[in-house]
């Protein structure tokens, strides 16, 4: 199985709070990750590092096959590398149609030039009904995406991240919110996402975590505590005693 | 300096011979004083100033007792002649006539009716010759004021014959602090005056880096030049300043020509304008000089015209360009030091460098002080806002406003309220007040419901300045109201000739510290500081605790404005009070708190040290231009937020937002 | 899906055409080609505001799509001013001078020349020199270049200083203000080049055109300016509705979503605010003509402000609402500060409007602010049932509180 991202000995402190310290992760080409922690145990900022939006103080993330460092390089770089990721609260473009959003994720040309001349071809409008069907929204393209429901705001979300077509996905709190329903239709996008790439999908919740049956990665303070499966970690001490407290 | 000591030594030979011729007819067993008197008689009566002087010299140098009365006489109009035998005396009207007094003696000789004498009136001129005369005697008087006078007025008319009697007066004065004047003016006597030139020296050295503006005003004279020029080489035996060569910066052409034709040492260049009113002249038949007049539209052209119109004779005057250059050549063009000791304009010149060194250093000293006071009216613009903005994250761009309305605040109480100090005791809770009253009216009616829309309650606010604005300015007019400071803030802290400080601006500097003392008091001590953190970092999470957050947001926002208040008071105390003057601060204040860091007080008190400091500093390089200095000032901030996008102080991950 | 640019605009379509009539009934009635009712000057109030209207949508489009308060824009406008405005004096002030020195006996040499414009245009600053700046002066198409070079320049290099270093949001507002309060007073000193707080001036009489009536001109400049405004609407129009719209929009409403999705957000923030400089320049270049002088004063910080006053009176986001925002204030502003407003006597005081103007546009302003964010272009959308997402009262501006729920939960 080889490596798509590894992240090696990577810390980072604001104000002399070791937020990660000497963390070290690694995620294959197609993969389905959750990772777990309790408040504080730095997911969130494990996602800015990733993404470019905090530096690392000290540390190696290297991507892909060449190993390319990822530190250092603007977030627009990073995504267009093929790192897609999702917010906590869904951030979709309220004020715009869904098939605005989606065209506007869609992997095409990012440059200044390449958008300002940017005529939608029929495939590209094609594809975008085809994400918009894979994510539930075919009868809401041309609504605007501010009077959507807040589950199907997460799924435009998610639809977004795939129309990227990044090669690694990081998912803050998909189910965050949801109906039960909505709750297992967004484990089926997922997993059916993490057949083709990578997904790291940061959870708070138990049940979903279960839900999607994948490795996972217990943080606490900014480390790695535990890794393997839901099972083999809930039965391990250590990680039982930081979630309920000693 | 000199011509004036040498046109006094040619004077008083020539009057000498005066004196001579008179001293023959002087009649005989006189009393030394009196003597003095008749040799001089006719020019005492003449009482001419242009000839009187030798006369009182004779009589001051004489170095009699007696000399000192007969002046004091003299200058009082109280000095007789007697018509019968021409001597005289001190004459004192009593009963109708008048009682003489020999000057020798001190006795008196008997009395005489006016008609039979003659009352000796100087001049206004005459009389301040006598008082100058007088000064050597008041040197030692026992009176000590009228020592401390004569030494004043020494130091005022700085002249050669008072160095002998200022130092013969020095061994005897006993007050410490007039010993000390006299040994400064001795100094300096010496270095202008002394005929040794080893002495003038040794005292200039001894002067060291002295900053008194008296020693400079000394040893200026003494380096000053004279331009001059000379056929061939520098004549030897002047003591030359420098030798200029002419098309240089300190000489250029024509200011060496202009020299040369000073000296007569060649005739005047024609101007441009002088060779075109020439060609204009003698255009014939559409040509001047042969050359068509269309083709005169550059200088080569008219030059070529007019050497023409020389060489045929026409014109004069004309002074080709390298016979220019050799004509200069041939000269030398030096500055000459008047001063002919070349030891001592070597020694005033090291003297002036070190002083100017000095002098230097105390300007930086000055201008740190001037620094620290603008930092400390940033400082006091900017704390209002470092509450606001920096504190609660609010823009309210009507701070500059609010500064505006404490310094009316503080004129109409000004108005009101009798005598400068009482009124402004009052006008500062009273600016308090109301700027707080408009800062809670402000938060209740539009920032409350503008909280996490930023750009719109800077919008907002920037409508509320434009109303305060064109109010204050319906109500008190556009002329500047004046906010005038208690008579003991007057004046200025003087240490030495180039570092003082105005006690105004010490006053601001204390009201910022003591700003200082009472943000951090509030901000850590008290319950309301407490809520207002609590609020800022999680305004849910407060409300959960049982802080109100409106009410901490609506005291903060108060308290903000509040301070502004009072900082307009004291702004309003040095600048004029106008509509538009929070318009001058709101910038600043604003680039004060982002440079220092959002939500750090430390932070805005670096900031406006920082850009107190680098405003002054920039006025240093162009004193002249302010306006210059503020906009480099504002394009130096917009580099330095290059670097440190949060600040001075930063606060860094996740307490500082995104 | 693919439809054509006007149907896609509307309101493009609507506008030139209200444009080109507006500009027809007032050539057909001005004093120079029609029946006169309506006064030279007034003629030029109208030209004056439709580049008003051209700079009001430039500063939408940075504002109302991109996010970027920029208070800078009416200074890029005034530099567009100054640039056209040294070609208009300059030439202007030759051709006087070579006119009165074709009088003298002697042909001038075009030093004497030079010195005497010199002398003309810069004895009232006591100088005599031409200084560097002016040295592209004698040429128009070189002066029309830099009208779009010096702003565009400017705007590029603060720009890329400020979005570089993540500059945004108010401290963007605040830091484009202090760069247009550092260019107004650089512009006031007397050594500026640009003759100190006295301006260009005379610079409605356009050079070699002596003969022309100045009732003529303004109807030139009036069709000029439409001509600009029309060719800046179908531009911004065409910029809004594609899909470089959308990413503006997007980095309006959530820049950082913008970069997850892998767009350069600094890079589309400096094009934008570069062009809309660029844009406002060629707006001032068209409007100081008619106003006759530039000084320093046009560009002070506040002059900025306004500029979003009228757009967010007009309705930002839109682009006709920034026109309508503009024509509206800025016409009712000169009619009530002009003296034309009668006076209100209460009896116990006499509301005079020139004093009181100011005071009611700031309360509408706020008042705009807080209950109507979308302005006059608002009515439009009970007109036409425009709908749009209810926003929760979020800014139409980068977003704070959704990254800051973010970061305040873990």
New interface residues.
């Given amino acids: 199985m080889s490596t798509l991202l590894e992240v090696s000995g990577v810390s980072v402190?604001?104000?002399g709070?070791r937020?990660i310290s000497n963390l070290s992760f690694r995620i294959a080409k197609t993969e389905l990750r959750a990772v777990i922690g309790p408040?504080?145990a730095g997911?969130?900022t494990f996602m800015d590092i990733v993404?470019g939006?905090t530096r690392a103080d000290e540390g190696r993330i290297s991507w892909g096959d060449e190993g390319t460092s990822l530190r250092g390089l603007?977030?627009?770089?990073i995504?267009?590398m093929g790192i897609?990721?999702k917010?906590?609260?869904p951030?979709?473009?309220?004020?715009?149609t869904v098939q605005?959003n989606l065209?506007?994720?869609l992997k095409n040309k990012?440059?200044?030039f390449g958008?300002?001349f940017?005529?939608?071809s029929d495939r590209d409008?094609d594809r975008v009904a085809e994400w918009a069907g894979e994510i539930g929204l075919a009868d809401h393209l041309l609504r605007?995406?501010?009077?959507l429901s807040h589950g199907q705001k997460q799924w435009l979300e998610i639809g977004?991240l795939l129309a990227?077509d990044p090669r690694l996905l990081l998912i803050?709190e998909p189910a965050a919110g949801m109906t039960p329903q909505e709750r297992e239709k967004t484990t089926d996008i997922l997993v059916k996402a993490a057949r083709t790439r990578a997904v790291v999908v940061v959870e708070h919740d138990m049940d979903f975590v279960r839900r999607l049956n994948c490795k996972v990665t217990v943080l606490h303070e900014g480390s790695v505590l535990a890794e393997g499966s839901l099972d083999h970690v809930t039965a391990n001490q250590a990680v039982v005693d930081v979630y309920l407290g000693r | 300096m000199k011509i004036r000591v040498l046109a006094a030594l040619v004077l008083g030979l020539a009057c000498g011979s005066v004196a001579a011729q008179t001293a023959r007819t002087a009649p005989d067993g006189l009393e030394p004083v009196q003597t003095i008197l008749q040799e001089n008689r006719l020019l005492i009566e003449q009482g001419s100033r242009t000839t009187i002087g030798p006369v009182i010299d004779a009589l001051a140098n004489s170095g009699l007792p007696q000399a000192q009365a007969v002046l004091q006489a003299w200058q009082a109009k109280d000095m007789w002649q007697r018509k019968s035998d021409g001597l005289f005396f001190a004459g004192q009207k009593a009963d109708g006539s008048y009682t003489l007094t020999d000057f020798d003696s001190g006795e008196t000789v008997g009395r005489a009716d006016k008609n039979a004498l003659d009352q000796i009136k100087p001049n206004s001129g005459i009389r301040a010759l006598i008082g100058a005369a007088l000064v050597q005697f008041q040197l030692s008087d026992p009176d000590p004021a009228l020592r401390a006078d004569a030494v004043a007025t020494m130091a005022r008319r700085a002249d050669a014959s008072m160095l002998a009697p200022l130092r013969a007066s020095i061994p005897g004065e006993t007050d410490p602090a007039l010993l000390a004047q006299k040994k400064r003016l001795e100094a300096l006597l010496t270095m202008a005056f002394d005929p040794d030139d080893a002495a003038r020296v040794a005292a200039i050295d001894a002067a060291g880096s002295d900053l008194g503006l008296d020693l400079r005003a000394t040893l200026n004279p003494l380096v000053a030049t004279r331009r001059a020029v000379s056929a061939g080489a520098v004549p030897e035996g002047l003591n030359i300043a420098r030798q200029l060569t002419p098309g240089t910066d300190a000489l250029p052409r024509a200011e060496a020509w202009a020299m040369l034709v000073q000296a007569g040492l060649a005739a005047p260049l024609k101007t441009p304008h002088d060779r075109n009113a020439a060609l204009e002249q003698h255009i014939e038949k559409g040509k001047v000089g042969g050359v068509p007049l269309v083709q005169l539209n550059s200088e080569a052209k008219r030059d070529q015209a007019y050497a023409n119109l020389a060489a045929a004779g026409l014109v004069t005057g004309y002074v080709p360009a390298e016979e220019q250059a050799r004509t200069l050549e041939s000269h030398s063009f030096y500055d000459e030091y008047l001063e002919p000791s070349a030891p001592v304009t070597e020694a005033a010149q090291a003297a002036l460098t070190r002083i100017a060194l000095k002098v230097g250093a105390n300007q930086a000293l000055d201008l740190g002080l001037d620094a620290l006071s603008l930092a400390s009216i940033y400082f006091l613009a900017a704390i209002g806002l470092a509450i606001t903005f920096g504190v609660m994250g609010v823009i309210n761009m009507a701070h500059g406003e609010f500064i505006m309305m404490g310094a009316y605040t503080g004129y109409v109480v000004q108005q009101v309220v009798p005598g400068h100090t009482l009124s402004i005791i009052v006008a500062i809770p009273a600016a308090f007040a109301v700027t707080f009253m408009a800062g809670v009216a402000l938060e209740r009616l539009i920032i409350r419901h503008l909280y996490q829309r930023p750009l719109e309650s800077l919008l907002a606010t920037f409508g509320v300045s434009i109303v305060l604005q064109q109010l204050a300015k319906n109500i008190f007019g556009t002329q500047a109201r004046p906010l005038t400071a208690p008579a003991w803030l007057d004046g200025a802290w003087v240490v030495n000739d180039v570092v003082s400080i105005s006690f105004i601006r010490i006053a601001i500097f204390v009201l910022a510290l003591l700003f200082l003392a009472l943000f951090l008091f509030i901000m850590k001590r008290t319950r309301l500081g407490l809520e207002t953190r609590a609020v800022t970092q999680n305004p849910r999470m407060a409300a959960s605790m049982g802080i109100n957050p409106a009410r901490v947001n609506m005291l903060t926002f108060g308290l903000g404005s509040g301070i502004a208040g009072i900082a307009g008071v004291a702004i309003g105390l040095f600048a004029k009070v106008t509509s538009e003057m929070g318009g001058g601060y709101i910038v600043q204040s604003f680039m004060t708190v982002v440079v220092g860091g959002v939500g750090n007080i430390w932070g805005t008190l670096a900031g406006a040290v920082m850009i107190g400091f680098t405003q002054k500093g920039i006025e240093w390089f162009n004193p002249s231009n302010t306006l210059a200095a503020q906009t480099y000032m504002i394009v130096f901030i917009i580099i330095f937020i290059q670097f440190k996008p949060r600040g001075i102080i930063a606060?860094?991950?996740?307490?500082a937002g995104d | 899906?693919?439809r054509s640019f006007f149907a896609r605009n509307p309101s493009a379509l609507v506008f030139i055409s209200i444009l080109a009539i507006t500009v027809l009934l007032v050539t057909i009635f001005s004093d120079a080609f029609g029946v006169g009712p309506i006064s030279t000057s007034f003629v030029k109030t109208l030209g004056k505001t439709l580049c008003l209207c051209l700079v009001a949508l430039a500063m939408d489009l940075v504002w109302g799509y991109c996010g970027i308060l920029s208070l800078g824009h009416f200074a890029f406008f005034g530099l567009g001013g100054y640039m056209i405005g040294m070609w208009l004096m300059y030439r202007r002030t030759h051709d006087i001078v070579v006119a009165s020195m074709a009088e003298s006996a002697l042909p001038p040499t075009p030093q004497d020349i030079t010195d005497a414009i010199a002398n003309q245009i810069f004895g009232v600053v006591g100088s005599a020199d031409f200084p560097l700046i002016w040295y592209f002066a004698d040429s128009l198409f070189l002066q029309l270049a830099l009208v779009v070079l010096v702003p565009g320049l400017l705007a590029l290099v603060f720009g890329w200083l400020a979005f570089r270093s993540r500059v945004a949001g108010v401290y963007l507002s605040i830091l484009t203000q202090a760069m247009t309060l550092a260019l107004s007073l650089y512009l006031f000193q007397n050594d500026s080049g640009l003759r100190g707080n006295n301006g260009l001036s005379g610079l409605q009489n356009l050079p070699g055109l002596d003969q022309v009536p100045q009732s003529v001109v303004s109807v030139w400049f009036l069709w000029g300016s439409a001509l600009a405004l029309a060719l800046g609407y179908l531009l911004a129009a065409w910029?809004v509705s594609?899909?470089?719209g959308?990413?503006m929009?997007?980095i309006r409403?959530?820049e950082?979503?913008?970069?997850?999705?892998?767009?350069?957000?600094e890079?589309?923030k400096l094009?934008v605010f570069t062009l809309t400089a660029c844009i406002a320049g060629i707006a001032g270049a068209l409007y100081y003509p008619q106003a006759g002088i530039v000084n320093p004063a046009e560009i002070a910080p506040i002059a900025s402000v306004y500029l979003a006053v009228w757009v967010a009176i007009g309705g930002r986001g839109r682009l006709y609402g920034a026109v309508i925002g503009a024509a509206f204030v800025s016409l009712v502003s000169s009619w009530f500060t002009g003296g034309q407003a009668p006076d209100v006597p209460l009896g116990f005081y006499t509301i005079k409007w020139v004093d009181w103007w100011l005071i009611v546009l700031g309360l509408s302003f706020v008042l705009v602010t807080l209950f109507a964010p979308k302005g006059i272009g608002g009515l439009v959308d009970l007109w036409v049932h425009r709908?749009?997402?209810?926003?929760h009262g979020a800014d139409l501006g980068p977003s704070a509180g959704?990254?800051r729920?973010?970061?305040a939960?873990?």
Avoid: C, H, I, W
């Fill in positions: 402190s604001f104000d709070f937020a408040n504080g997911k969130t993404t939006k603007s977030e627009a770089r995504a267009r897609g990721r917010f906590q609260k951030t979709v473009f309220e004020d715009q605005e065209l506007m994720a990012r440059g200044v958008v300002l940017y005529r939608p409008l605007k995406s501010g009077e977004m990227q803050d | 606060l860094k991950g996740r307490a | 899906m693919q910029l594609g899909k470089f959308s990413v929009r997007g409403d959530n950082a979503r913008v970069r997850f999705l892998g767009y350069s957000v890079t589309f094009v709908k749009s997402p209810d926003r959704a990254l729920e973010q970061e939960s873990e």
